[in-house]
């Protein structure tokens, strides 16, 4: 508490004024005391809220000010931004003006460069479209599952709807063989069933009388010249062995020319009555055999490329069928099998669609000409020509010579309109968008859709199939979102859930493992005897990506990044020493 000198005698100091009888230095005193020391102290405690609230309120004109005052003279600003650029070396579509930043998917320091410099044009590697990296949590939160991409077996299934139509190879027409009269019709109704041999009519013929009687006098006389060529003229005429052998054992004139169905089938036209003059070459009877059938479908244009291109002579070809399946209204349940016979060489102008022909075996007649069927046509991928593209490997090759094809399945793709993209599991938790080539889509034995790959993606490679289309929104997300995602690259353009927790940990041995899986056997085990980088102390070989191999003072050298590049070949000598010493020191802890 302030203390007024003893000597000044105590006075109302009630209001603004000093009280009376102060000298000059007295009244000094009583107004700091007055201001400073009792009457508005409290006042200070108002001052400082004033002073914080215009702090909040300016916050970013006072920064502004701030940046403006620390940032360097106008000449050094214009050179650092003019000629050198920060990019994250183990993200390189990262790149970034201000050395102070971090990259935001890893939070590293970024490294200099030059602009212009080799690798700078390049955001990405070629046929990579973007590449992020995700929490565990956000991981599993979204379902997210992977797939080793390897050779399955397809097929291509075309569903076509056709008309069954008699089989123009088993139909025949009996005609005449000569001119006379019809005596007798055993088969006297359309759509009649007969048997191969059964006798369908007789004709009675004055000619066939004179060949009788000329076969009769050379038996008679012995003349064997005679008798054959008697013989043969019946035979031309429509009679039987059998029938011939009678007529010579028998000796009598058969005045009766008995016709035979050549086949077994049905009737489906009867042209002639009981009674009627026939000359030679009329048609008597249509019969048509339906143990087997046609079925005409109609393929669109976009199919026909799938479909076989030679078709000239399918019937010499039995090896290379192509196999049907039919199945009909009538009997839904049951499925007729058949091959591929015929493809039109045209394609209809009205409908845009190509006719082709499928011959279907019919023992129970049960597929009737004139009904629908819808036809299900297979097309191994070994007969698909747009699979057996320039490039492809000895092991491709054998694997489509045996109906199997590198392929992903259909839930994996992301189409954009333009391009074609998969994402693969580049490391543990870390995504990168791959462009890539694709087949027509194909199934598998079991019905499940798949595209063929054509280019893009290798066997083995580990691609997203549950929860791609998250992966693909995560790219395009701002990097500044960062409490559920740490990272989303800037380089692209323009399900099952569980129970998770937040602190879902990440396993850093299953990311090492599966990065420096995709270095070849010999530099893998180099890497993994290594074990760190030898220029950035602790810093796990895997950690940043696929390590740098250099070859310094004899030495195969691996560092975590490209960053530690130009450390490392300033001092090679040391580098390698480093090495040597890192490798002798893990090969103690492993044979402990």
């Not at 429509?238 to 010579?248: F, L, N, S, T």
Request: charged share 20%; glycine share 8%.
């Amino acid at each position: 508490m302030s203390t007024i000198p003893q000597n000044i005698p105590p006075q109302d100091e009630g209001g603004l004024r000093p009280p009376p009888g102060l000298s000059y230095w007295q009244r000094v005193w009583w107004w700091f005391d007055f201001v400073i020391l009792v009457k508005i102290a409290r006042l200070r405690f108002v001052a400082i809220l004033l002073v914080i609230g215009v702090i909040i309120t300016q916050w970013d004109l006072l920064t502004a000010y701030y940046e403006k005052w620390k940032r360097p003279a106008g000449g050094a600003a214009a050179a650092a931004g003019g000629d050198f650029e920060w990019f994250c070396p183990m993200h390189p579509s990262v790149i970034r003006d201000n050395p102070n930043d971090k990259c935001p998917i890893c939070f590293m320091p970024l490294s200099k460069r030059k602009k212009g410099e080799a690798g700078a044009s390049e955001a990405l590697p070629a046929g990579i479209v973007s590449r992020v990296q995700l929490t565990p949590y956000r991981v599993v939160l979204a379902g997210v599952n992977t797939w080793r991409v390897d050779y399955v077996p397809l097929s291509r299934e075309i569903i076509a709807a056709g008309l069954v139509e008699f089989n123009e190879r088993g139909q025949k027409t009996i005609a005449a063989r000569m001119a006379g009269r019809i005596d007798k019709l055993l088969v006297s109704e359309t759509g009649q069933m007969v048997e191969a041999g059964d006798i369908l009519a007789e004709l009675y013929s004055p000619n066939l009388i004179t060949t009788v009687q000329n076969l009769l006098q050379a038996g008679k006389s012995g003349s064997r010249d005679l008798a054959s060529d008697a013989r043969t003229r019946l035979e031309l005429l429509g009679i039987d062995k059998a029938q011939i052998d009678e007529i010579v054992q028998t000796g009598k004139a058969n005045t009766h020319l008995k016709i035979r169905s050549p086949i077994s089938g049905h009737v489906i036209q009867k042209y002639v009555r009981e009674g009627q003059n026939v000359d030679e070459g009329s048609p008597l009877y249509d019969v048509v055999d339906l143990s087997s059938v046609w079925i005409q479908a109609q393929i669109y244009e976009d199919d026909i490329g799938l479909l076989p291109f030679a078709q000239e002579h399918p019937h010499e070809t039995e090896t290379t069928k192509t196999p049907v399946v039919a199945t009909t209204r009538a009997f839904p349940n049951e499925e007729f099998r058949g091959t591929l016979k015929f493809v039109y060489p045209h394609v209809d102008q009205a409908s845009r669609t190509l006719t082709v022909r499928f011959e279907i075996d019919n023992p129970q007649h049960k597929l009737r000409p004139g009904g629908t069927a819808t036809v299900r046509l297979f097309i191994p991928p070994q007969k698909i020509q747009s699979l057996a593209v320039e490039g492809m490997t000895a092991e491709a090759r054998e694997e489509l010579g045996n109906g199997r094809a590198l392929a992903v399945p259909q839930g994996a793709v992301i189409d954009t309109g333009e391009q074609k993209i998969v994402y693969r599991e580049a490391a543990p938790n870390e995504f990168e968008g791959v462009l890539v080539t694709l087949g027509p889509k194909l199934l598998d034995p079991d019905g499940v859709a798949f595209f063929p790959v054509l280019s893009g993606l290798s066997a083995g490679d580990r691609i997203v199939t549950t929860g791609s289309f998250l992966v693909d929104a995560e790219t395009r997300l701002n990097p500044a979102a960062g409490s559920i995602y740490f990272g989303g690259s800037s380089g692209a353009k323009g399900s099952s859930t569980s129970a998770v927790r937040a602190t879902t940990p990440e396993d850093p041995e299953a990311k090492f493992a599966a990065v420096l899986a995709r270095l070849p056997p010999a530099d893998r085990a180099l890497a993994e005897q290594q074990r760190t980088c030898p220029i950035l102390k602790d810093s796990r070989l895997g950690s940043m990506g696929p390590p740098v191999k250099l070859t310094l003072a004899g030495e195969t050298v691996f560092l975590c990044c490209a960053g530690c590049k130009g450390q490392a070949t300033t001092n090679p000598e040391q580098t390698a020493a480093r090495v040597k010493e890192l490798r002798a020191q893990n090969a103690q802890g492993t044979a402990k």
